[in-house]
């Protein structure tokens, strides 16, 4: 048995003021449920994005972030205008000037790239080309059994994945730069492919390398873990109504 990927989540000062943005970004619908908001797909995406509440800043780079494709020059200039129209605003995190990406922050600070026309490796993907990590080969591989999507990508510890179903690439770049502090600012909500095999799931996703975390969520119906690099994920017991969120707090 394997995972579905639920959901991409954001841990956010103002849930629904970033819903906003991304919505607007995207094009996607919102639903709200018990104080967190999700955007549902309009796409072959595969997965929601969640906005999910805290009181904690963001400090430091992000771990994870998207990445949106464009179909010409004009196109990434139009999502660039959009973005920060929004909200966005331009970020520095070490782009060389001959790099053709733009870089941008949404309004809490999370960064996210918009890719040049002609990327050959996002070149079948759709508007959300990936989701970006940092991390080692190791994690790609966990990542590969976890939800049972093929390795598409598997070279110089770089590593990316994508679901038989097509939709964005999760991808990793290779080992974190920078020592990990903190919770990460993102992480995916996963639950099993059948319902009532939470507890199977999870004592499989430790045989692959994870483990059970306590980040004092309480007595909640999901098992808050890390991945082999420490990246936090959620698994729920099942997969939430097409209509709403799936009721979760912040792990």
């Known amino acids: 048995m394997t995972c579905d990927l639920v959901a991409l989540c954001f841990a956010a000062n103002d849930p629904f003021r970033l819903a906003d943005f991304w919505g607007g970004v995207l094009s996607w619908e919102a639903t709200e449920d018990q104080g967190s908001v999700s955007l549902l797909p309009s796409d072959d995406t595969g997965f929601r994005i969640r906005f999910l509440p805290t009181k904690a800043r963001k400090s430091g780079q992000n771990r994870l972030h998207l990445d949106l494709t464009s179909e010409s020059m004009h196109d990434?200039?139009?999502?660039?205008?959009?973005?920060?129209?929004?909200?966005?605003?331009?970020?520095?995190?070490?782009?060389?000037?001959?790099?053709?990406?733009?870089?941008?922050?949404?309004?809490?600070?999370?960064?996210?790239?918009?890719?040049e026309p002609g990327n050959q490796f996002l070149a079948d993907c759709g508007f959300i080309g990936a989701v970006a990590c940092e991390g080692s080969q190791q994690v790609g591989y966990f990542w590969c059994e976890a939800l049972g999507w093929p390795l598409v990508w598997d070279q110089d510890e770089e590593t990316a994945i994508r679901s038989q179903h097509g939709g964005p690439k999760i991808t990793w770049g290779g080992p974190p730069l920078n020592p990990k502090t903190g919770k990460n600012r993102l992480h995916f909500d996963?639950?099993?492919?059948?319902?009532?095999?939470?507890?199977?799931?999870?004592?499989?996703?430790?045989?692959?390398?994870?483990?059970?975390?306590?980040?004092?969520?309480?007595?909640?119906?999901?098992?808050?873990?890390?991945?082999?690099?420490?990246?936090?994920?959620?698994?729920?017991?099942?997969?939430?109504?097409?209509?709403?969120?799936?009721?979760t707090t912040e792990a």
Do not use: Y
Request: charge should be negative; hydrophobic fraction near 35%; aromatic fraction near 4%.
């Open 190 to 247: 996963i639950a099993p492919c059948e319902r009532g095999h939470q507890e199977s799931e999870v004592d499989r996703l430790i045989a692959l390398g994870a483990t059970r975390i306590d980040i004092d969520q309480g007595d909640v119906g999901w098992v808050v873990m890390a991945d082999p690099d420490g990246n936090e994920f959620c698994v729920l017991a099942s997969q939430p109504e097409p209509s709403r969120g799936s009721g």
């Open 76 to 115: 990434q200039q139009r999502t660039v205008a959009r973005a920060l129209e929004l909200g966005a605003g331009h970020v520095d995190i070490g782009q060389r000037p001959e790099e053709k990406h733009v870089v941008l922050a949404d309004p809490e600070g999370n960064e996210f790239c918009v890719i």
